[in-house]
């Protein structure tokens, strides 16, 4: 379907901000952005790569996107020793030529 406009899909929280409801018209202005994407590791994370040079080079190697999900997923561990198992996870999963999380922190609770 060719048409002279673009169709921009809003959330619901998005459109109560705007205070605009489905056909509404809107403006739009996009900036590029420049900025390099960093992920902030733990010490503790930092450790187990250094343990595994291997794994840390492939994550290395990840785009930001995964390279965060992997990171938050073991942030979010609420106790300790879940936090050490989705260490070991994380290693594992990146060795195992994993990208991300996503997937397997649906399935599981580590």
Request: hydrophobic share 30%.
């Amino acid at each position: 379907m060719k048409t002279d406009f673009h169709i921009l899909i809003l959330t619901q929280e998005v459109r109560k901000q705007l205070e605009k409801t489905f056909g509404d018209e809107i403006s739009v202005s996009l900036t590029e952005d420049k900025e390099e994407r960093t992920v902030e590791i733990a010490d503790d994370i930092l450790t187990v790569f250094h343990e595994n040079p291997e794994a840390k080079t492939l994550f290395d190697k990840m785009s930001y996107t995964h390279k965060k999900e992997y990171i938050r997923w073991i942030n979010e561990a609420k106790k300790p020793e879940t936090r050490e198992n989705r260490k070991s996870k994380m290693i594992q999963m990146i060795l195992e030529g994993k990208k991300g999380v996503q997937k397997f922190h649906q399935q599981s609770s580590l």
